[in-house]
């Protein structure tokens, strides 16, 4: 089975914070995928990443980066962290192209103070 | 701009009560429709993929159907574990390769 780790289930930072928010999958998969979950506005990508050291920007990339150094982690960064940005975050690895096959993490709740 | 819009927003059926979810699309051109089921505090799993309009999918109780404009989720003979929200997404012809639309999702709950 496919496996997508997050680093925390819940995490609490205060306005200002640099938060690190990580992603592990364990099947080789060259796709990955960061989303914002909101009650109302359903899922929206954020950032994704097709290869090591590349990305793209989503819909909503604004107040956020991703670094992906390995094939097997990626990592998404709010650098100075607002109330705003107080929500669940998910991230999904894909075999190259297979939209069809996206498996997610459990998901992150972030909440700014 | 492509658009989603799942109906209901929320379903309460009785265990064994047959029923529909809609997701109605707007795209430049569908290159694929996706549904997937969400239990809470857990991320989206998938179900089915579908890609052109007459095509069917089916999966123990849920079976999936695609028209030009919409596509439905039915479910029959519902059991108390189907409970979930099950989220419909969109992934444009003229949209960057990995890019899907979501939309808001519809939470049943199948009451025993």
């Known amino acids: 089975d496919v496996k997508v780790t997050q680093s925390s289930r819940y995490l609490v930072k205060r306005t200002g914070e640099k938060v690190f928010l990580e992603c592990v999958q364990d099947?080789?998969?060259?796709?990955m995928f960061w989303y914002r979950q909101d009650p109302g506005l359903g899922l929206r990508l954020i950032y994704f990443?097709?290869?090591?050291?590349?990305?793209e920007k989503g819909d909503i990339p604004e107040g956020y980066s991703v670094s992906r150094e390995k094939k097997e982690r990626f990592s998404l960064i709010l650098e100075s962290a607002s109330t705003n940005q107080t929500s669940m975050y998910l991230c999904?690895?894909?075999?190259?192209?297979?939209?069809?096959?996206?498996?997610f993490g459990p998901g992150t709740r972030l909440t700014v103070l | 701009e492509d658009q989603v819009t799942q109906s209901p927003e929320a379903l309460r059926l009785q265990e064994g009560e047959s029923s529909s979810l809609n997701c109605s699309y707007t795209?430049?051109?569908?290159?694929?429709l996706f549904w997937y089921r969400q239990d809470p505090g857990k991320g989206p799993e998938f179900l089915f993929t579908?890609?052109?309009a007459g095509e069917e999918k089916e999966k123990e109780r849920l079976k999936a159907t695609l028209t030009k404009k919409e596509s439905f989720l039915h479910i029959t003979a519902p059991k108390p574990e189907d409970s979930a929200t099950y989220l419909c997404?969109?992934?444009?012809?003229?949209?960057?390769?990995?890019?899907?639309?979501f939309g808001k999702g519809t939470k049943l709950s199948v009451i025993p």
């Open positions: 999904a690895s894909i075999l190259s192209g297979r939209l069809d096959e996206q498996f």
């Open positions: 099947m080789d998969h060259e796709n």
């Open positions: 990443s097709y290869d090591v050291k590349m990305k």
């Open positions: 795209v430049s051109g569908l290159r694929g």
């Open positions: 579908l890609y052109s």
């Open positions: 997404a969109v992934q444009a012809s003229g949209a960057g390769s990995y890019q899907l639309t």
